[in-house]
């Protein structure tokens, strides 16, 4: 069974950081793309980084240069380093694994910016 788990969320005041962690287990970890989302209230879920097998990454445009997503495959995991928190980056995020035609998705981690 294929699961996906996120943990590092929480409330962070604008200008922070936060450090998105998702642990997998159940799929063979590093042969598929790996994706964050995360969805506001109100809104449509949102691509927010992309790391495929061969290293290459994407972000939306209003996350450039602030957030990083990176691989540790020994330890079957996915991370997204989220500095210069503002308050638009207020929404569930949720990994993702896209392996051929099948998508696994995490429960999701709340991200909350706020003074």
């Known amino acids: 069974q294929v699961q996906l788990v996120e943990s590092g969320g929480g409330l962070v005041q604008p200008g922070g950081s936060l450090r998105l962690s998702c642990a997998a287990s159940g799929i063979i970890f590093g042969i598929g793309t790996m994706n964050w989302y995360r969805q506001a209230p109100g809104k449509q879920r949102e691509l927010v980084a992309t790391?495929?097998?061969?290293?290459?990454?994407n972000y939306v445009d209003s996350v450039k240069g602030r957030f990083t997503i990176s691989r540790d495959n020994a330890k079957k995991s996915v991370y997204l380093q989220m500095n210069s928190l503002k308050s638009e980056d207020t929404a569930v995020y949720y990994c993702?694994?896209?392996?051929?035609?099948?998508?696994?998705w995490g429960q999701g981690t709340q991200v909350t910016v706020s003074s």
């Open positions: 993702n694994a896209a392996l051929g035609t099948m998508d696994y």
């Open positions: 790391l495929t097998i061969t290293g290459n990454t």
